[in-house]
């Protein structure tokens, strides 16, 4: 078996430890830290994800340049459009995103939080020209 020790630390992260923030991707989200981005020196981020705002223009078409992504939809529900396919993940769901996959994330509930793990750590997200169009979010009452 490799050692792998000296290439990655220790880390573990307590929900009182770091804070629900703004500044990440999405401006509508709020985002979780959990320490593996530091702990793996840059090679895996693994935060938590969560609905802050209504869905009213969703993410738009992207793609990420990433070796490995997955979303674990932690509660609530989403929906997605992966290529030209509308996706609904719920609570429980595991999606692993192929790298390159075009994606919208268009719809989501109030209580909507996912973990989402993805190497490298400094991922890059592109935009893309809309593969088909987007249905309308759900309104939050």
């Known amino acids: 078996m490799l050692?792998?020790?000296t290439t990655t630390?220790?880390?573990?992260?307590?929900?009182?430890?770091?804070a629900f923030e703004l500044g990440g991707l999405r401006d509508f989200f709020l985002y979780r830290d959990l320490g593996v981005a530091q702990a793996t020196h840059g090679k895996v981020i693994a935060h938590?994800?969560?609905a802050n705002l209504a869905p009213e223009k969703g993410?738009?078409?992207?793609?990420h340049?990433?070796?490995f992504q997955i979303v674990i939809m932690t509660q609530g529900w989403a929906k997605f459009m992966?290529?030209?396919?509308?996706?609904l993940v719920q609570a429980g769901d595991v999606v692993h995103q192929r790298p390159g996959i075009r994606h919208f994330l268009f719809d989501y509930s109030p209580d909507m939080e996912y973990l989402e793990i993805v190497s490298p750590a400094d991922f890059?997200?592109?935009s893309v020209d809309p593969v088909c169009d987007i249905p309308d979010p759900t309104p939050w009452n």
Request: aromatic content about 10%; overall charge negative; glycine content about 4%.
């Open 65 to 67: 340049e990433a070796d």
């Open 82 to 87: 992966y290529e030209d396919q509308v996706t």
């Open 3 to 5: 050692d792998r020790t």
């Open 124 to 126: 890059k997200t592109v």
């Open 9 to 18: 630390d220790f880390s573990h992260v307590k929900p009182s430890d770091t």
């Open 59 to 63: 993410t738009g078409w992207h793609r």
């Open 48 to 50: 938590l994800v969560k």
